[in-house]
């Protein structure tokens, strides 16, 4: 009994791997995006809410496959829908200070698109003062 199913899953995996369909990759947009957003001062242990701007300038949809912040201390959200040409949404982002070192940080947030340059970085910045 095992030996026909270890077959039939055998069998199945052999013939999946073998279609002849194509795939279609996606049309490339551009996008305006705000490169920065600065904080200024913020007390050490506050919460940044970072927002930017996105807009799509090409004339296919803007799909962002993710955002990503480069540390544990900044999360970020990307939105669920495609951006139609010639509308914005916004990208949010929070920094949680009480992980951050206290003085000047930049944090880096990573997005992922459609578009020619397909990874684009934007920065949070803030001067972190302790209390």
Known sequence: ???FLYLSIFASVLFSCNSNESVEVGNKTTMEIEPEFNA?????GEIIH????????????LVIASVQGSCSCTVASKPDEPIQPGEETIIKAEVNTDKTPSG???KPVTL???????IVQVLIKANVINK
Not at 40 to 44: A, C, L, T
Not at 112 to 118: D, H, L, R
Request: without cysteine.
């Open 1 to 3: 009994m095992k030996q």
């Open 40 to 44: 200024g001062d913020v007390q050490k």
């Open 50 to 61: 970072a927002t930017f701007h996105v807009k799509n300038t090409g004339n296919y949809p």
């Open 104 to 106: 000047e940080i930049a």
């Open 112 to 118: 992922v698109a459609n578009t020619e340059k397909s």
